[in-house]
């Protein structure tokens, strides 16, 4: 039930310190400050190669997994949208490990992939929701997500438990490959362990994100932009802001504004930036600053350091906690979902419900 809140979505949103919670807690002993993944049957030490196929929001999950995957364990990463992915004829060698993201595990193209991938000898790895459905059935490995039921058609508290379970297994590919001593790893889950309290600091924001929504509601286009692990989540965003309020979006690689989308730059297209301080940050700013000369509206999404740093002069700032790079993305994931709920509660459409759209997509 939605209890106080006006829909699904928003309950969703609000419910994620509590299932990262509930679903770390299942990859990770506390009390070690190590991750526990289920047993298996195959060597994930030999795994030479990782290929990552899922459709949607739980593919934004998977490119995020791409960096901590090869950042940690340096193990190369291939990764494609379903629908894409069966149709190339792609090159799996032996010994590599395929793995599938989804919320409902039903998804037809993804489901169609596993099995492509099945006959190829791959093993077979999924972060599902549902761990009764047709995914989690036909695994060697099953990574579950403790998200519980997901009712609205956007994707949200999903999409951060996938994350919670794809950090915890890069580190532990790290691990097992010896690329990670046993003291980082202890680093890395502490950083998982903040997690929940981050989200809880970010979703303390709603308001002042529900309050710059009619910035925002009036656009025909927006744009996102972020660099490394923030470029799939300005892909989730503008995916959030579209499916809901209709608002056409697109997320960029920051880097990449130079060479065309910027020629779309006026006062009427609002730029959502995402750009935690760190190391990306310098060159995502000039990205924003190139943005802003043109006469762009920015919306910087920061930390206190960077948008003390860099946020004169916006449209708007949304001020996130000071994290860890590796918990960033999960952080980051609550703003993009709020704004998008608050501007298609302000237009008026059918949160829970968008027009065209199913929950769960069984045609291929
Ligand atoms: O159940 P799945 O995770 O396999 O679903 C994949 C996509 O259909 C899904 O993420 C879709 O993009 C969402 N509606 C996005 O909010």
């Known amino acids: 039930e939605k209890g106080n809140y006006r829909h699904y979505m928003q309950k969703e949103i609000f419910e994620q310190p509590t299932v990262v919670a509930q679903t770390l807690s299942s990859y990770i002993r506390p009390l070690e400050q190590t991750v526990a993944l289920p047993q298996m049957d195959f060597d994930l030490a030999g795994v030479k190669r990782i290929t990552i196929v899922a459709c949607g929001t739980s ?22 949208v379903a629908s894409e992915f069966r149709y190339r004829d792609p090159v799996l060698e032996e010994g590599g490990l395929a793995l599938f993201i989804s919320q409902s595990g039903e998804t037809a193209d993804t489901l169609a992939a596993l099995r492509h991938c099945k006959e190829q000898g791959q093993t077979i790895a999924v972060v599902v929701n549902v761990p009764t459905s047709s995914m989690a059935r036909e695994a060697d490995l099953l990574l579950p997500t403790h998200a519980g039921p997901e009712i609205g058609v956007a994707s949200t508290k999903a999409f951060t438990c996938q994350l919670a379970v794809l950090a915890a297994l890069a580190a532990h590919l790290a691990l097992v490959k010896g690329k990670l001593s046993a003291e980082e ?3 890395i889950v502490r950083h998982l362990i903040e997690a929940p309290a981050a989200l809880n600091a970010a979703l303390a924001h709603d308001e002042d994100i529900a309050a710059m929504a009619h910035l925002i509601a009036p656009a025909r286009d927006v744009l996102y932009l972020g660099r490394g692990p923030d470029y799939p989540l300005a892909m989730e965003g503008a995916l959030k802001l579209k499916e809901i309020s209709y608002i056409h979006a697109e997320g960029y690689a920051s880097g990449e504004m130079k060479h065309g989308p910027i020629a779309l730059i006026d006062e009427a297209v609002p730029v959502i930036v995402l750009a935690p301080s760190g190391p990306l940050f310098e060159k995502t700013v000039s990205n924003m600053q190139e943005v802003r000369a043109r006469g762009g509206k920015v919306v910087l999404i920061s930390d206190a350091e960077g948008i003390e740093e860099a946020g004169e002069g916006c449209l708007a700032t949304i001020e996130m906690p000071s994290v860890h790079p590796l918990i960033a993305p ?14 298609a509660c302000a237009k008026g459409t059918d949160v829970d419900q968008p027009r065209n759209l199913a929950k769960s997509v069984t045609v291929e």
Do not use: C, N, S
């Not at 998977?62 to 940690?72: D, I, L, S």
């Open 59 to 80: 593919y934004y999950a998977g490119m995020v997994a791409k960096y901590w995957f090869e950042t940690f364990a340096r193990v190369p990463v291939d990764i494609d």
């Open 185 to 187: 790893e202890r680093d």
């Open 330 to 343: 999960l952080v980051y994931a609550v703003p993009v979902q709020l704004l998008a709920y608050h501007v």
